[in-house]
């Protein structure tokens, strides 16, 4: 089996080194025979590509870089066009989701033949990792979400998106920047559907960080979210 981890990174030195030290640790797992890290750096202005560079040197991963800085979409994009994984991951590169869950999600798409297995932070909790803010956004999104793709997802924005590396070959990302989550939600229900695929939800853990520690979603994001379940979920 071999896993691919698509890691977008953009002004991420602070916490680089302990996310690749806990995604590293991962590929010792008997579930993986082969773990390939793509890292594309989206145009960082710190240090994080000369980190980067240093685990490239090692043949850690495999780095890719953009001139100039796009989103996390165009970043995954770009991933996404260089991945060979039989199953295929997104992991951002702050410490908020842990690589550890990894392991009990990819040992559960494999055992029930999961075509997408989404990493819900609400599935079996009795309270939000999130604060109440971000938890009825969240909440909302991924109910107006819902509402179109006929899914019954917890958490559409979730990172963890895990996808057989063929099924995730035939979505065709267009949002540069964090409308990744909706439209991709979006193409992978119109897929799933037509092809009669599988797609689950599996708990994952959650450990949210603030916008002064980095965090770099914010208001315009939530609308533009917005827009695009609109614009899937009526003309296309």
Known sequence: MKLSLLIPVYNEERTLDMIFDKVFAIGESPLIDELEVIAVDDCSKDNSFNLLKKYEADGKIRLFRHEKNQGKGAAIRTAVSNATGDYVVFQDADLEYDPQDLLEMLDYAVKNNVDVLYGSRFLGKKTSPLGKFHYFVNAGLTTLSNLFTGLSL???????????????????????????????????????????????????????????????????????????ILKYGFFE
Do not use: H, Q
């Open 154 to 228: 917890t958490d559409m924005e979730t990172c963890y998106k895990m996808f057989k590396g063929e099924v995730l070959k035939e979505i065709n990302i267009e949002e540069d920047r964090f409308g990744l989550e909706p439209e991709i939600t979006a193409k992978t229900a119109k897929i799933c559907a037509a092809k009669n695929l599988i797609i689950k939800e599996f708990p994952i853990s959650y450990n949210p960080r603030k916008s002064d520690e980095g965090k770099k979603i914010g208001a315009k994001d939530g609308l533009r979210a917005v827009y695009i």
